[in-house]
């Protein structure tokens, strides 16, 4: 059902941006408008991964600058059956995460210095193998193409203040205006729902990825309490890109509406509880969670100097 769901509003989507084009210049007005999104999605398609994460100065890390960090997103991607992605660090408090690029062969994950301060590492493999299932999923591509068409309809919607829209229009500079609020609002209310949609299936596959739903019901929420109390500049400065992340990082939004980019956070730890209450957790997937504690201060042990199996103080962090 999400995938119909999914699937319908892109449909949606795809209609209100084509009607605004025959508004504004009849048909030809729709074609031309079906070339333009069809062009802003093939440079997106091509180009959005590389955008995204210029936007929020994330930098790229292997398995030399930050080995528990890569290892771990390693491991899941083996558990995901998914190529590894390319791995990233975006130096920022708010504990935050999100997925990026056109396919499994071409992904990246990023995860924020806040969300491998503040969490465990079971906590971060169950937001990691969240994002690894928006990979797998191809939702990544997907809210893509959805970005770049509410984009383009903001943009039709003021061409048609500028030239007046079709002659055929029986309302005149009043369904212009019209079009100018409505249509935005619209699109904007659609993409929101297809994110929606795409968070539930992807928190789903995520603790089936990593195999204990309740490290990322856990995970969330420390999120939902550094997101509300930690601002996040970058994300601020680009507001289209929130619906990114594992959770919107713009606020704390706590009400499934019309206007929220992600589900309640509430209604999506009860859900992950509920496959955990079926019988999915089964102490973690191998090579992803063994042998650490889930008590610990953050993913790897103190702050303050955490200890290797064979003892070895390593001070820098997860991160390198």
Known sequence: ?????????LAAMTALFMGIGFMIGGQSGMMIALAVAAAMNLFSYWNADKMVLRMHHAREVDERSAPDYYR?????ARNAGLPMPKVYVIDNPQPNAFATGRNPQNAAVAATTGLLNRLTREEVAGVMAHELAHVK???TLIMTITATIAGAISMLANFAFFFGGNRNNQLGIVGVILMMIVAPMAAMVVQMAI??????AADRMGAQICGEPLWLASALGKIAQG??????????????????????PLSGERMD???????????????????????LGSGGRAGVGGGFSSGSSGPWGSASGPVRSGGTSRPKGPWG
């Open 1 to 9: 059902m999400n995938y119909v769901r999914t699937a319908m509003l």
């Open 72 to 76: 771990l997103v390693q491991g899941l």
């Open 137 to 139: 999923n191809h939702d």
């Open 195 to 200: 994110s929606r949609t795409r968070e539930y």
């Open 227 to 248: 997101v509300e109390h930690i601002h996040n500049p970058d994300a601020e400065a680009n507001p289209a890109t929130a619906h990114m992340f594992i959770m919107n």
């Open 257 to 279: 509406n019309l206007f929220s980019t992600h589900p309640d956070t509430q209604n999506r730890i009860n859900e992950l509880r509920k496959l955990a209450a079926a019988g």
